[in-house]
């Protein structure tokens, strides 16, 4: 059974500091995707990494897949309040005609002023 | 530009009515349709999906049953609701498998 781990659940931190949130796996995906998602409302897509050791940069946002692409990492730079919601990561179950994305439960950020 | 409108953004209701949730998507054809169920906060747990109209495939047994009586068109309904039913529910659209999910901006549903 595939299924995505997302470390830390929860996650507080000062306005300005760095922080790292994490979606593992035991499979292989061939792309993963980030979401953030504000209270209230639908998530709204990142970014999708599909290549194995792939670094994308979106602002203060980097996210990276894994050399094996079982695992992701998000790294927000001096954050921000506005960075504040709840972060998905999601990927395509491997199967041949399964449109079926499985999904992270998510790591909740609260960036304090 | 594509767009999905979910209606309505709140709803209360008592144990055991009827429940109907509408969502529509504009600015494509043929798309994947998707209902999600999040408890809390946390993950999204797939309900139904559909690949077409009139197709429709259910993840989880429950009281709930979806439609979709037009191409861009995708129904939630109950006939009876349970306390269990409350949550907050999503919408969404994607166009091929591996592509990026659009979604609503949610029913939350409080059942008393």
């Known amino acids: 059974t595939q299924l995505l781990e997302q470390s830390p659940q929860f996650l507080s931190i000062q306005e300005g500091e760095n922080l790292t949130v994490y979606c593992n796996s035991s499979?292989?995906?061939?792309?993963l995707q980030w979401y953030r998602q504000e209270p209230g409302e639908g998530p709204v897509l990142l970014v999708t990494?599909?290549?194995g050791g792939e670094v994308k940069k979106l602002k203060r946002l980097t996210f990276q897949f894994g050399d094996a692409r079982k695992d992701s990492s998000l790294h927000i730079t001096a954050a921000q309040p506005g960075d504040t919601g709840l972060y998905l990561c999601?990927?395509?179950?491997?199967?041949?005609?399964?449109?079926?994305?499985?999904w992270g439960l998510g790591t909740s950020l609260a960036v304090n002023p | 530009s594509q767009t999905i409108h979910q209606w309505p953004a709140t709803l209360v209701q008592p144990v055991g009515s009827p429940l109907s949730l509408e969502c529509t998507v504009e600015?494509?054809?043929?798309?994947?349709l998707y209902w999600y169920r999040q408890a809390a906060g946390r993950g999204l747990q797939l309900l139904f999906y559909?690949?077409?109209?009139?197709?429709i495939s259910s993840e989880v047994p429950q009281n709930l049953s979806a439609s979709r009586p037009q191409d861009r068109q995708f129904i939630l309904s109950s006939k009876k609701l349970l306390l269990s039913d409350s949550g907050f529910y999503l919408c969404?659209?994607?166009?091929?498998?591996?592509?990026?999910?659009?979604f609503g901006d949610g029913t939350r549903l409080s059942i008393l």
């Open positions: 559909s690949v077409g109209i009139g197709q």
């Open positions: 600015g494509t054809s043929n798309p994947n």
């Open positions: 990494v599909v290549t």
């Open positions: 499979s292989v995906f061939s792309s």
């Open positions: 999601a990927g395509p179950r491997n199967a041949g005609n399964n449109r079926k994305l499985i």
């Open positions: 969404a659209w994607d166009r091929e498998r591996n592509q990026p999910q659009h």
